[in-house]
């Protein structure tokens, strides 16, 4: 199974970017979907995430910017960002979780200006 993710790019600090991001084929017990970001220097973290049956986390620093959300049915996920702020920047990875395994995708850059 592969992640396509899209979306990324560049915006302006307070602008808005919207990421997408679906599988190759369809995922079986899915549990959870949703999108980790890694800046440079720093270790990968948790940025949204939302289970099969709707339930959100955000970290929060992304809370009231960032929303995820899913269609199961179509094994995609997306972000839309909102009031970016540079320190946003980072490359954003989309997570879709079963119970026994956990699938990447190969991520997509996301740089706000300032």
């Known amino acids: 199974v592969q992640l396509q993710a899209s979306g990324g790019g560049l915006a302006q600090a307070g602008g808005s970017l919207r990421l997408s991001c679906v599988a190759s084929?369809?995922?079986?017990?899915?549990?959870?979907m949703g999108w980790y970001r890694q800046a440079p220097g720093e270790q990968r973290e948790l940025v949204a995430t939302?289970?099969?049956?709707?339930?959100?986390q955000y970290a929060d620093s992304v809370k009231g910017r960032f929303t995820v959300s899913s269609v199961n049915a179509k094994y995609t996920v997306y972000l839309q960002m909102k009031s970016l702020k540079p320190e946003d920047t980072a490359v954003y990875y989309c997570?879709?979780?079963?119970?026994?395994?956990?699938?990447w995708g190969q991520g997509t850059l996301v740089t706000v200006s300032s």
């Open positions: 939302i289970t099969s049956g709707g339930y959100t």
């Open positions: 084929r369809p995922i079986y017990s899915v549990t959870g």
């Open positions: 997570w879709f979780g079963t119970m026994s395994q956990s699938y």
